[in-house]
């Protein structure tokens, strides 16, 4: 089984990608960001350019929702 992370949005992309089932080095090359770029991202060592996360997000199909709301409501 694997293991649940936190709900910090960078987890919540490595939990994307763990329930992707691809590899980290298919998508890597689906999506043009160095593999090894990817690898220090998914461990926690660094973080990822918002044009690689953008990258990211549509390889995984992900969407940011929201249940903040506005003010005044």
């Known amino acids: ?13 490595r939990q994307a990608i763990d329930d992707s089932g691809c590899s980290r080095y298919r998508i890597a090359q ?5 593999e090894s770029s990817l690898a220090k991202f998914y461990n926690g060592h ?3 350019t918002l ?13 940011i929702a929201t249940d903040r709301k506005p003010e005044g409501e």
Request: aromatic share 2%.
């Open 1 to 13: 089984m694997a293991k649940r992370r936190t709900n910090s949005l960078s987890d919540q992309i």
């Open 30 to 34: 689906a999506t043009g960001i160095d």
């Open 46 to 48: 660094r973080g990822l």
């Open 51 to 63: 044009k690689s996360l953008d990258r990211l997000g549509k390889f995984l199909k992900l969407r």
